[in-house]
């Protein structure tokens, strides 16, 4: 979902509590694994992202998490492999 110039990947609910999800995915870990990806400038801009979508949105919630998702497509087919990670940020 864009919000202005800004990207968010996913936006889910638990409950009353908000999730924004960052997912960054490679077709191998060879060289660098999608979760070295998630550096401070990213964070800022998911942080950045999600504050002016609950501005415009106004959603109703008892709290919000930053999770992450790394994807990498390796399996014996090209299926993905998925590490998940709860307030990650």
């Known amino acids: 979902m864009r919000v202005g ?3 968010l990947d996913i936006i889910a609910r ?3 509590l908000l999730i924004f999800c960052e997912v960054r995915s490679r077709r191998s870990a060879r060289w660098v694994h999608p979760a070295e990806t998630f550096d401070a400038g ?3 801009r998911v942080r ?3 504050a002016l979508w609950l501005e415009r949105e ?3 919630r008892d709290g919000v998490r930053f999770d992450a ?3 990498v497509f390796d399996g ?3 299926s993905p492999r998925i590490e998940y990670y709860e307030g990650a940020f």
């Open 42 to 44: 990213k964070r800022k």
């Open 76 to 78: 014996p087919d090209g």
């Open 69 to 71: 998702a790394a994807v």
């Open 58 to 60: 106004r959603p109703s």
């Open 48 to 50: 950045r992202a999600a």
């Open 14 to 16: 638990k409950n009353r």
């Open 5 to 7: 110039r800004l990207e």
